[in-house]
Each structure stands twice: as structure tokens, then as C-alpha cells.
């Protein structure tokens, strides 16, 4: 079946840098892009960024600008998502999903990977 | 960037009942709009694109109207396991922002 699988919970001190994967299955990976989404403890969603598959052009959210970069491997049906210079603030449950363009309603989502950021 | 909003923020209601859900944008989305379910400790999951596409697999007791700026999810007869947080996001312009959620609650 179609379905987004992510990595582990980390937990990472304030300064340091943390990367998610989200292997994909069941479909065509480069069909279709990636997005990401990230809800801090008790919060709303807040939509990070979105890499296409097909030729990796991103498009990445003003705020983590300089800050994130999103990458996949298609021989792997892989997308990665690396966050620099993590705070306390960063703190939230990351997820990937599904999207043929960052103008596309998500249709997958992967499960999540909890991100604590503590000293 | 266009600001999504939503009211009511918390909805009571009982099973059975009909819930109305609105989402506001500041300016025209067109129909570029989808609604989100999300249940505690899990993943959202696409309920309603194109402003009112039922996405697979969703019964039909949901249902999305409105178009440019005013939209509404509606659940026809609230069941135990439709109470939950929903999420509108647009799609028309970038970025693509979530509204801040309605949390549909048992009365």
C-alpha cells in the first residue's frame, strides 16, 4: 500500500542539527513531491517546505529559510529533511507527506518523528 | 501571504448532531482549499480538496462547500470517532498556510 514511513524520535541539544527521512512506498516516488509539516507540542500545523522528486527543485517556507534543507534519493525512494542551528522552539513532531507540487493538497502522511530540543 | 482562519475554535457537540465548520481566507483562494482531520497522537489526513473533492476512502457525511474567501466543512451526523481537530489550508498562492484548527469536541 501507499505510505510514508519516517525515522526515529531524536532528541538534540540547543546549536546542533537534526535529519529526518521519510522512505516512501507503493506508489511512483517521483510522481509525485514531498512536503513538510512540523506542530510543536499542543500547536497548529505549520508547512516547512515542499522538494519535488523529479528534478529537486525546493521551495521552502520563509522562516527556515537559511536554515533547512530538503533533499531526496530516488534510488532509495527517500526524502530528508535537515534542520540547523536547532532551539528550544523547534521542539515538535516533524512529518512528511505526499504532494505533486507545493500547490497540492497532501494526501499521505508518514507517522511523524518527534524532535526534542533540550539541554 | 494569505491568513487562513477558523471559527469556532471548539465546537461541542453530540453524536448524531450536524457540525458546521468555517474557514476564512484574507483574500481569494479560488478553490484551492483542503480540510484535514487530525486525531490525538496521530497524522492528519486529507478529508476534502478542490473546496469540496471528498479524498478517498471518506465517507460521504463529509462534505466542503464555499469558494474565494468563505468555506465550510460539514459532517452531516457527528459519529464517536469524527471528534477531532480539523484544518483548513489553502493552496492558491504561496505558501500553502494551515488555518489554526477547530477542535470538535463531545458535548
Known amino acids: 500500500q501507499v505510505q510514508l514511513v519516517q525515522s526515529g524520535a531524536e532528541v538534540k541539544k540547543p546549536g546542533a542539527s537534526v535529519k529526518v527521512s521519510c522512505k516512501a512506498s507503493g506508489y511512483i516516488f517521483t510522481s509525485y513531491g514531498i512536503s513538510w509539516v512540523r506542530q510543536a507540542p499542543g500547536q497548529g500545523l505549520e508547512w516547512m517546505g515542499w522538494i519535488s522528486t523529479y528534478n529537486v527543485n525546493t521551495n521552502y517556507a520563509q522562516k527556515f529559510q537559511g536554515r533547512v534543507t530538503m533533499t531526496t534519493d530516488t534510488s532509495t525512494t527517500t526524502a530528508y529533511m535537515e534542520l540547523r542551528r536547532l532551539r528550544s522552539d523547534d521542539t515538535a513532531v516533524y512529518y512528511c507527506a505526499r504532494a505533486g507540487g507545493w500547490d497540492d493538497a497532501f494526501d499521505i502522511w508518514g507517522q511523524g518523528t518527534m524532535v526534542t530540543v533540550s539541554s | ?107
Open chain 2, 1 to 107: 501571504e494569505i491568513v487562513m482562519t477558523q471559527s469556532p475554535a471548539t465546537l461541542s457537540a453530540s453524536p448524531g448532531e450536524r457540525a458546521t465548520l468555517s474557514c476564512r481566507a484574507s483574500q481569494s483562494v479560488s478553490s484551492n482549499l483542503a480540510w484535514y482531520q487530525q486525531k490525538p497522537g496521530q497524522a492528519p489526513r486529507l478529508l476534502i480538496y478542490g473546496a469540496s473533492t471528498r479524498a478517498t476512502g471518506i465517507p460521504a457525511r463529509f462534505s466542503g462547500s464555499g469558494s474565494g474567501t468563505e468555506f465550510t466543512l460539514t459532517i452531516s451526523s457527528l459519529q464517536s470517532e469524527d471528534f477531532a481537530v480539523y484544518y483548513c489550508q489553502q493552496f492558491n498562492d504561496w505558501p500553502p498556510l494551515f488555518g489554526p484548527g477547530t477542535k470538535v469536541d463531545i458535548k
